[in-house]
C-alpha cells in the first residue's frame, strides 16, 4: 500500500545511529523489570544510576535500556508500592540485567494510589494522560456495586458522561465515537454492557488503563479526542491463583498459574449477570443479561524473544418475550510477538483481529423482521523502539488494518409484510507509518517531535449513486427543509477496486520545561485523523449505532489540539496539583438534518450536512497520594460547539449557521473523589459530583393537525437540562481469610436527575402541556463479596 517506501527510511536512520554509543565508549544496558511474587512485567519502573541523570523507565511490556560510559556504578530500581533495590554494579561492557521487585508491606501511613514514579507527573514529557492501577479502579464506587473502568475515568478533569449510568464518555468536547478505545491493541466499537450501565472491561483482569486527551504519540492514530489503552493481566508465572466476586447483578471468576514456572503464564476471566435467571423465578420470559471471557497466555523463549495470545469475548441479550430482541458483542484476539534485536531495539509484531457485530428482531405481528449488522477488521502492526543513549529515544513503525462493514441485512419473518433489504457492504483499507523522536537537552528540556503519515483506501465491491450537481442533500425553499438529491446515474466498482482515497499528514509535538524538582511546565499538539463515522443521532452510543467509513460524499474528520499546562508537587510529592489548558479545532463534523432517517438507509449522505466543532476549556486537578486519606479533586471549565453553514448561500445550515453547544457541551463538570483506609479491617470511600446540564432542545410552541397535536422547534441546543449531581458512599470490610464486603450507596440523597425532559398535553386541561423528567436511578444499595484463594 502507498506509505510502505518510507519505512525503509527508518532503517536507514538505525544504521547511521549505533556508531553512537560506540565512539564515546559507552556500553548498554537492557532487560525486564517484573514482579517477583507473580513475573507480570511491571510498565513504567523506573532503573537510574545513583548521583546522575543517567536512567529509563520500562515499556509497555517491562523492557528497558540505556547507555553510559563504562565504569563502575550503584543503580537503584524503583516502582511505586514495591520495594527499591540498590545494588553496586560494573558496567565494563554491555550486558542484560533483569530485576525482579519485591512488593512493598502495606503500611497504613502510606497508602498509594498510583502506581509509577511519584514525580513522573513532573519529570515525565506526558502530559493530558490519565494512568490508572486496578486497585484505584476498584475503591471508587460506582452504580450498583460493579466495578467499572469508565465510570472511574470520568472523575477525572476533561472526562464527562454522556449520560447516567452509560458507558460511553466525551473527552475535551469530543463525542463518544472519536474516543479510540483498545484491549490488548484490539478495538472495542461498542464498550457498554447492559444497555450501557456497564463497561465491557473487567477490573479483575486489568494491569495498566492509559488515556491521552492530548499530546497523543504518534503511534495513536484513527480517532480525534483522546486513546484509552487498555492492557491486561499476564498472569502469575509463579504458582496458580484465583478469586472470584458475588454481588446483585454479577458475579465473576479468575483463574491464573503458570504455563511453565517463570517462562510462561496464562490468565483467564469470566463474568455473567442473572437478571434474567431471577425473571424466569417469577414467571417473567422478558430476559436481559450480559456475559464476558476475558483471556491472555504468554511464553518467553529466551531473552531476546517472547509471544503472547491474548483475547476477549462478551456478549449483551435483552428480550422482552413476543416482542422485541437485541443482542450484540465484541470478540477479539490479538497474537504479538515481542523480539530484542539487540540491546537498543525492541520490537512488537502484531496481527489483530475485531469483530463487533449487533442484531435486532422485531416481532409484532404483520411486520416481523430480524436485522443484522457487523464489523469486522484485521490489523497487522510492527512497531519498534530504539534507545540511543538515556537521553533520546526513537519510536517508529508501520500499521496497517483491513475493514470489512455489513451495515444492515433485514429479513421478515414468517408472514411480515417487510420486503427484505440488504444495505451495501463496505470495504476499507488504512494505513499509517510513523516516527517519534523524544530527546533530552540538558537537566530541563525534553522534546519528543513525531510524523504519523496515514490512508484510507474505501474499496469495492460497491454501487455509488450520483447526484444531479454532485449535491446528495439540497434544500428545499419553499418547504424550507433539506431534502435527498436527485440521483442522476451511479458508477459500480468492482472487488478491491479503490473508490476514493484519502492521505493525511499527522504532526505531533510535545515539550516539558522542568522550572525545578518540584514542577514544570509542559506544552503540547498533535493533528488527527478520523476516517470512520459513528451513524447516530442519541447522546449516548448504542448497539444500533452503525460505522460506516469515509469515501464518496463523506470526507474524513481531523482535529488540531494544543495544550498548555503547569504541574507541582508538594509535601515530598505527597501532593500533586495540574493546571491544564486546551483549544481544539474539529474539521468535516457530520451532523444530520431535521427528521433524519439514519436506520435502514443505504445512502446516509442525503441526511447528513457537514461542518465544524471547536472545544476549550481549562482543567485544574488536585490529588493527594500517601496517608490514610488519598483521593483527588477535578474541575473541569469547557465549551464544546458545532458550526453547520448552509449548501448555498439561500439555505440556514443549522442554527443560521451560527455556532451552538454540540451534544456533549458541559460548562461546569466537578468531581471529588476520596479514599479513606480506617484500619486493616475497614476502609471508605465516597465521590461526589455536580456538573452543568447537557443541552437539549424544548419546542418553542404547537399546532394542530388532522387532530394530532404537533410540537414546533426552531434552534437546536439552546435548551438545557437541569443541573446533575449526586453523592456516592462506598465501605468494604476485610476478613482473614482473604475475602471483603463490599457495601456501597448510589446517589445517596436520591436527586432526581434529569435523563431528558418530554412534553406532553395536560389529561385534565389539554389547552395545558406539562413537561415530564424521566429519572434513571434514585438511591440505590449494593452489596458484593469478593475472595481470593
Known sequence: MPGYKHISIYFLILLSLPGYAVAENKVTVSGYIRDASNGEALIGANILIKGTNIGAATNSYGFYSFSLPAGKYTIIVSYIGYQSISQNMDFRESQTLNVELQVSAVRLEKVIVTAEREDENIQGIEMSVIKLDAKTIK????????????????????????????????????????????????????????LGFFSVFNADVIKEV???????????????????????????????????????????LLFEGPIKKDRGSFVIAGRRSYADLFLR???????VYFYDLNYKGNYTLNDRNRFYLSGYLGRDVFEIADAFSNSWGNNTATARWNHVFNDRLFSNFSFIYSNYDYALGILQTGSAFDWKSNIINYNLKADFEFFIDHSNRIAFGTHATYYDFSPAEITPIDESSIVPTTLDKKYAAESAVYLSYEQRLGERLTLQYGLRFSSFFRLGSETIPTYENNAPVVYNEGLGRYEPGTVIGSTHYGSGEVIEQFYNLEPRFSARLLLNKKSSLKLSYNRMTQYLQLISNTNSPTPLDVWLPSGPYKEPQTGDQVALGYFRNFKDNAYEFSMEGYYKLLHNQLDYVDGAQLLFNNNIETDILSGEGRAYGLELYLKKARGKLTGWLSYTLARSENKVTGLTENDPGINNGAYYPSNHDKTHDLSITGMYQFNKTWSFAANFIYATGRPTTYPVSRYEFTGFTIPQYEDRNLDRLPAYHRLDLSATLHNKLGGEWVFGIYNVYNRQNAASITFRQNEDDPTLTEAVRTTLFGLVPSVTYNIKF
Open 139 to 194: 475503591m471508587a464506587p460506582v452504580v450498583l456495586g460493579e466495578v467499572d473502568l469508565i465510570k472511574t475515568i470520568q472523575l477525572l478533569p476533561g472526562v464527562s458522561s454522556v449520560a447516567e449510568g452509560s458507558a460511553g464518555f466525551n473527552v475535551r468536547g469530543g463525542s463518544a465515537d472519536q474516543n479510540l478505545v483498545l484491549l490488548d491493541e484490539a478495538t472495542i466499537f461498542n464498550a457498554s454492557h447492559l
Open 210 to 252: 492509559k488515556l491521552y486527551k492530548a499530546g497523543i504519540p504518534a503511534q495513536y492514530g484513527g480517532r480525534l479526542s483522546s486513546v484509552l489503552d487498555i492492557r491486561q493481566k499476564d498472569g502469575n508465572a509463579k504458582s496458580f491463583n484465583s478469586n472470584a466476586g458475588i454481588g446483585l447483578i454479577s458475579s465473576r
Open 281 to 287: 423465578l417469577i414467571g417473567n420470559d422478558n430476559s
